[in-house]
């Protein structure tokens, strides 16, 4: 079981990112899929989930309209676009598995994978 993330890296304030997380193992195929964030000395932060099925997507207050979730099913992969970014979205972001997109928006977590950095300079 196995949550494997990947595309963290440093872009410049407007720029863009994408972060990708592959899920391998148990019985991903049925779980909601999402990524997590945590800024040095803050909590950890729901940023975007997406369904099963790659259908219905939430996302964080903070991210709306300029992040963008989506999922290949076959290969049970997520994407993080991120567009338009800000040094506040600088942090360790985390793919997560949980039962229901709601249950990864309130930090309902059931699975963790490794975190990736993503940095945003001015």
């Known amino acids: 079981v196995q949550l494997q993330a990947s595309g963290g890296g440093t872009v410049q304030a407007g720029g863009s990112l994408r972060l990708i997380c592959a899920a391998s193992?148990?019985?991903?195929?049925?779980?909601?899929l999402g990524w997590l964030r945590q800024a040095p000395g803050q909590d950890r932060v729901f940023v975007a989930a997406?369904?099963?099925?790659?259908?219905?997507?939430t996302y964080g207050d903070s991210v709306k309209g300029r992040f963008s979730i989506s999922k290949d099913t076959a290969k049970n992969t997520i994407y993080l676009q991120m567009n338009s970014m800000t040094t506040e979205d600088t942090a360790v972001y985390y793919c997560?598995?949980?039962?229901?997109?709601?249950?990864?928006?309130?930090?309902?977590?059931?699975?963790w994978g490794q975190g990736t950095l993503v940095t945003v300079s001015s």
């Open positions: 997560a598995a949980g039962l229901s997109v709601e249950r990864l928006g309130e930090g309902l977590v059931g699975f």
């Open positions: 997406i369904d099963w099925n790659g259908v219905r997507a």
């Open positions: 193992g148990g019985t991903f195929s049925n779980y909601a």
